[in-house]
């Protein structure tokens, strides 16, 4: 299984809800990763986890919450959203997070990120 | 942040013609990696290259690095319609991996 799996595809919510994106990998990946992905933009890098642990984080808000339940879901809390920040938000993961060559990261098809 | 620059923004040309990207970065890396994207979808990793390799083929790929002009290109042979996409390099010195603002490619038939 070479697949991220992401769901919502598609999520629209108001600007006081509560929702959150899922991420999935069985590929034994031991890294995770959130983007996030303006139109015809790059994208930018929110959250890193390495072995479940919370190794980077881009400066992003405290309205964005990052989880790593187990080694193969990885979660992102959204609450008190900005309508700034509907944006594609894409899920990667690799074998590790090491520079050695080893960092070829998968993405899942992303989430469509409406905030009303 | 933002470590590369692609060049040019957007390419058009005619199936079976070949498509040249272009990258450049500011600062020393491990490794220089290109991805494909489809209409706003997920990104697919296409080819990595290590900072001591200097040219490297996969199928109709050939990704060259010169890390002493801090630059890579990608070179798309026989194109076709279905590599019609934004193709974006990464640059990795240590954990992250950082996206040049990418090269929209339409290959017409």
């Known amino acids: 299984d070479t697949e991220v799996t992401q769901t919502p595809k598609h999520l629209v919510m108001g600007m006081t809800n509560k929702k959150s994106l899922k991420c999935e990998q069985h590929?034994?990946?031991?890294?995770m990763y959130w983007y996030k992905q303006k139109a015809k933009k790059p994208p930018e890098l929110m959250f890193v986890?390495?072995?479940?642990?919370?190794?980077i984080n881009e400066s992003v808000p405290s309205r964005f919450s990052p989880e790593c339940p187990n080694s193969s879901l990885l979660n992102l809390h959204l609450h008190a959203l900005q309508p700034e920040d509907s944006a594609l938000y894409l899920c990667?993961?690799?074998?590790?997070?090491?520079?050695?060559?080893?960092?070829?990261?998968?993405f899942g098809p992303g989430t469509r990120l409406t905030v009303l | 942040s933002q470590q590369g620059e692609e060049d040019p923004q957007a390419l058009s040309i005619q199936e079976g013609e070949n498509a040249t990207m272009n990258c450049s970065y500011k600062?020393?890396?491990?490794?220089l990696q290109w991805y494909r994207q489809n209409s706003g979808r997920g990104l697919v990793h296409l080819i990595l290259i290590r900072s001591n390799e200097r040219e490297k083929h996969s199928g109709r790929l050939r990704v060259t690095l010169d890390t002493s002009k801090k630059s890579s290109s990608l070179l798309i042979t026989a194109s076709r319609a279905a590599d019609t996409a934004s193709y974006f390099c990464a640059t990795q010195a240590g954990t992250a991996l950082i996206f040049g603002k990418g090269t929209t490619l339409s290959v017409s038939s």
């Open positions: 590929m034994g990946h031991r890294a």
């Open positions: 990667a993961s690799s074998r590790a997070t090491g520079a050695g060559g080893y960092n070829e990261q998968f």
């Open positions: 986890y390495s072995y479940e642990k919370l190794s």
């Open positions: 600062t020393s890396i491990n490794n």
